[in-house]
């Protein structure tokens, strides 16, 4: 790297607003961390010990419970990305060039 973009990277380093981004980016990937373990290890939990609500026929068909609610797992887990993403794509994205615009001058 050049020394200016070293110094451009202690600045922002260094600067308050980058430890705000920083922040509130580790917490809501760690809120959203969390939901997605819910889920899941609900999910788990109610395959362990709640087979039968799983197994019910939803019609009188062949189709049971589970298979709508796993379903719902997984689209749980590309919604809660879709979050994030969308999140850093336009907040975090906008603060992070505020920040290396205003420490280049």
């Keep these: ?10 600045r922002v380093q260094s600067d308050p607003q980058f430890h705000e981004l920083v922040r509130r980016r580790s917490r809501l990937a760690w809120l959203l961390t969390a939901l997605m373990i819910v889920i899941y290890f609900g999910f788990v939990l109610t395959i362990a010990y709640n087979k039968e609500f799983l197994a019910q026929s939803l019609s ?10 796993g379903l719902g797992v997984i689209l749980s887990a590309f919604v809660l990305t879709g979050i994030y993403v969308a999140r850093a794509n336009t907040a975090f994205d906008d603060l992070t060039k505020q920040i290396i615009e205003r420490l280049k001058k």
């Design 1 to 10: 790297m050049s020394i200016e973009t070293d110094r451009l990277l202690e």
């Design 60 to 69: 009188g068909g062949v189709t049971t419970v589970g298979i709508p609610v």
